[in-house]
């Protein structure tokens, strides 16, 4: 299972949802739905826009959990 922890890192680096879709170019909703893991698929570019605003590395948003 593949797990998104952007909730956490947003609430460390102290920045909203609609500042971070506004930087990132894709609409809340859509990054609502990255927040929290309703997704089935990322774009390595909207991928490398998060890891940029957020300054991290994609390990820090992404992690595999054996189920």
Do not use: W
Not at 8 to 33: C, F, Q, W, Y
Request: glycine share 2%; aromatic share 2%.
């Amino acid at each position: 299972m593949i797990l998104m922890h952007l909730d956490r890192l947003m609430v460390e680096r102290h920045v909203s949802l609609n500042d971070l879709a506004d930087k990132v170019g894709i609409t809340p909703a859509n990054l609502s739905r990255i927040k929290n893991n309703k997704i089935n698929a990322l774009r390595f570019s909207t991928l490398e826009a998060l890891c940029r605003e957020l300054e991290c590395q994609p390990g820090d948003l992404i992690e595999y959990k054996l189920e």
